[in-house]
């Protein structure tokens, strides 16, 4: 390209622009949508639950039972549910059946770190049957379980 044909291309590309030229530009639009997520801590973690009464028990007594619970996380507290609790005996021929035991739960929340809060309240009775004999249960430990869900 000689001297000439470069003034004469540059003077061309000046009178496009100052005649009105313009230049192009071009975008794209979209749409979209997201969603993150992360996992909490599994919380309180798990409490050890007790039930604590007084021996003693004979056909047609009752036993005040005091449930508590221990929570060992060093993190969180934790709130006890609704409390189950059953009956067994360490002895053949004495009954589970025999004896009853309630659960009133409190709904208490077990501080981190504490042992022996109180969570509920109940009876434990030894029910007096009138047609089993019921001496298979004389010297038994009996024993109450406790759940919470």
Same mark, same amino acid.
């Given at each position: 390209?000689?001297?000439?044909?470069?003034?004469?291309?540059?003077?061309?590309?000046? %009178?496009?622009?100052?005649?009105?030229?313009?230049? %192009?530009?071009?975008?794209?639009?979209?749409?979209?949508?997201?969603? $993150?997520?992360?996992?909490? +801590?599994?919380?309180?973690?798990?409490?050890?639950?007790? !039930?604590?009464?007084?021996?003693?028990?004979?056909? $047609?007594?009752?036993?005040?039972? #005091?449930?508590? !619970?221990?929570?060992?996380?060093?993190?969180?507290?934790?709130?006890?549910?609704?409390? #189950? %609790?059953?009956?067994?005996? *360490?002895? !053949?021929?004495?009954?589970?059946?025999?004896? *009853?035991?309630?659960?009133?739960?409190?709904?208490?929340?077990?501080?981190? $770190?504490?042992?022996?809060?109180?969570?509920?309240?109940?009876?434990?009775?030894?029910?007096? +049957?009138?047609? *089993?004999?019921? *001496?298979?249960?004389?010297?038994?430990?009996?024993?109450? +379980?406790?759940?919470?869900?």
């Amino acid at each position: 390209m000689t001297k000439k044909h470069k003034v004469l291309a540059a003077a061309g590309a000046l %009178a496009l622009i100052a005649g009105g030229g313009s230049a %192009a530009y071009a975008y794209w639009t979209t749409t979209g949508s997201g969603s $993150g997520s992360a996992t909490n +801590s599994a919380g309180g973690g798990t409490v050890t639950l007790h !039930a604590n009464f007084t021996g003693g028990l004979v056909p $047609g007594s009752s036993k005040v039972v #005091t449930y508590t !619970a221990d929570n060992p996380s060093t993190t969180t507290s934790t709130q006890v549910g609704e409390l #189950t %609790a059953s009956v067994g005996t *360490d002895k !053949a021929g004495c009954l589970p059946e025999w004896f *009853d035991v309630t659960a009133v739960t409190s709904h208490t929340t077990v501080a981190k $770190g504490d042992v022996g809060t109180v969570v509920g309240s109940g009876t434990l009775t030894f029910k007096d +049957s009138a047609t *089993d004999n019921q *001496d298979a249960c004389k010297g038994a430990v009996v024993t109450v +379980s406790v759940g919470s869900v």
